[in-house]
T-cell receptor, first 113, second 114 residues
């Protein structure tokens, strides 16, 4: 299994909803990442997990809450989002945080109403 | 302040000809560079990379050139094929900097015309 999967593919939520994005990989990678990509912009790093521990939080608002329950899974819990949080959320993994190549999932297209 | 710049939002090339995608960077600490290809509704797919100790890396139809003094890299695709039509992102990494994410350019939309 050489891919990163993400669910759901699309998500529409209201500003008072609580939802979660899920990411999974079975490549034995110990580093996992969340990126956010707005339209016509490059992906921007949000969080980095290394060996299931959060190692980097790039000043992301607390309404985004990451969780890494095990080495294969990465979640992003969403609560009280704003319409400007609408974006494509990409999950990626790499063998280690020191590894250069990161492998991306297909993303979740999030719309906040 | 954009540290990785792709100044051409789009590029149109005829099938069979060479496609050249350009990327400039400003952070001299970047020491590893990657190109990703992205189709609509899919995540970026790793294409080819180059370490700063090299000036060229080749993989089949894809060659990446790095000019460290000019802080410039380019991706050459030859011959270009219709399936190459996609958005290409240049990305860079400072492997010693402790920031483990990739810094991406805005992307260039490559259109291969038959």
């Amino acid at each position: 299994d050489t891919e990163v999967t993400q669910t759901p593919k699309h998500l529409v939520m209201g500003m008072t909803n609580k939802k979660s994005l899920k990411c999974e990989q079975h490549m034995g990678h110990r580093a996992m990442y969340w990126y956010k990509q707005k339209a016509k912009k490059p992906p921007e790093l949000m969080f980095v997990y290394s060996y299931e521990k959060l190692s980097i939080n790039e000043s992301v608002p607390s309404r985004f809450s990451p969780e890494c329950p095990n080495s294969s899974l990465l979640n992003l819990h969403l609560h009280a989002l704003q319409p400007e949080d609408s974006a494509l959320y990409l999950c990626a993994s790499s063998l280690l945080t020191a590894s250069n190549e990161q492998f991306f999932g297909p993303g979740t297209r999030l719309t906040v109403l | 302040d954009q540290q990785v710049k792709q100044n051409s939002p789009s590029l149109s090339v005829q099938e069979g000809r060479i496609s050249i995608l350009n990327c400039d960077y400003t952070n001299s600490m970047f020491d590893y560079f990657l190109w990703y290809k992205k189709y609509p509704a899919e995540g970026p797919t790793f294409l080819i990379s180059i370490s700063s100790i090299k000036d060229k890396n080749e993989d089949g139809r894809f060659t990446v050139f790095l000019n460290k003094s000019a802080k410039h890299l380019s991706l050459h695709i030859v011959p270009s094929q219709p399936g190459d039509s996609a958005v290409y992102f240049c990305a860079a990494r400072d492997s010693g900097g402790g920031a483990d994410g990739l810094t991406f350019g805005k992307g260039t939309h490559l259109i291969i015309q038959p």
